[in-house]
Structure formats: C-alpha cells, structure tokens
C-alpha cells in the first residue's frame, strides 16, 4: 500500500501544482508539503481535507482507505447511490444488475474503438 506522502505527491503532479504552490493553497509554509510527502510529518485531519478537496481527491484516498482518488467525488452521484440504498432489495438488486450491464457495454465500446 501507498504511503500517505507517495498519494500526496501522486495527487500534486497530477494537478501540476509545485510544492509551493499547494502549500500557498493551504495557507502553510512552503517546506511542510515536503516533509509531508517523504511522510517525516503528518497533516492534521484539518489539512488533509483541505488538501483533498485542492487536488479533486478523497481523505479516504490520501489515507490509504480507498485505492481510488475519484470515490465518491461527484454529489450527483452519491445523491443516486443514497437513494438506491433506501429502495427494498429487490429493488436494489434490479437496479444493480442494469447497471452493471450497461458498464459492460461502455467498457466493451471503450475497448473496441481504443485500438
């Protein structure tokens, strides 16, 4: 598993923001980004939110609970997931199984025309 340092830094470059730069986001002192990415220092679970919502990722992600960065980041589609949670379970299970087939037919197309 990832280190909470490597996710930072992952996150970072993946945004194309300098150390300095993400610090200047999080109002702090340019060299803490550093020492929080080589993991000598840990963020405050203050900082860590401010950090994940600056680079479009989850606490979850950055902490090593979820392996991927985009869980739950669209409120549209938490909404749906809340609302699907609510139904009976046959309900639910219908709903799932749609769902799935229709993220098959994506992922075959996908495949299909990135040759």
């Not at 930072?8 to 060299?31: V, Y």
């Amino acid at each position: 598993m990832d280190s909470f340092g490597k996710k930072l830094r992952e996150c970072r470059e993946a945004k194309k923001l300098s150390q300095n730069e993400l610090a200047k986001l999080i109002e702090a002192h340019h060299s803490i980004i550093g020492k929080y990415e080589r993991d000598e220092v840990k963020p405050s679970i203050d900082v860590v939110k401010k950090m994940a919502n600056i680079l479009d990722t989850t606490v979850g992600y950055l902490l090593g609970e979820s392996q991927n960065s985009q869980v739950l980041k669209d409120p549209a589609m938490m909404q749906r997931l809340n609302d699907i949670a609510t139904f009976q379970e046959k309900d639910r299970e219908h709903i799932l199984y749609t769902l799935d087939a229709m993220i098959r037919d994506v992922k075959t197309r996908q495949a299909y025309f990135n040759k």
